[in-house]
């Protein structure tokens, strides 16, 4: 399982949860999920959710795979958080 890719957004919304970034992941040789949004939930945690086809989700997680996915994705997001401050050119 890996990240393909992860796009912060600039504007994480007014809700309980705030969408921090959205990401492409491969499950496995055989699955890709796209538009994966990773919220940071008010007491801090982190949550995964698959995309949605209208108001559905196309998809849903075992818990624990969620929190593997989380954590995947929670470092990858660092990691592209960091890559972006350290390449901004200041004015």
Excluded: W
Excluded at 15 to 39: C, N
Excluded at 59 to 66: E, G, H, N, S, Y
């Amino acid at each position: 399982m890996h990240i393909l890719s992860m796009q912060p957004v600039a504007k994480p919304g007014g809700g309980s949860l705030k969408l921090l970034a959205t990401f492409d992941l491969e499950l496995s040789d055989m699955v890709r999920l796209y538009g994966v949004r990773l919220f940071s939930a008010p007491d801090g945690r982190r949550i995964v959710y698959a995309a949605q086809a209208g108001s559905r989700r196309t998809a849903t997680f075992d818990p624990r795979l969620a929190e593997q996915i989380t954590n995947l994705a929670s470092q990858s997001y660092r990691e592209a958080l960091t890559a972006n401050e350290c390449c901004e050119i200041k004015a």
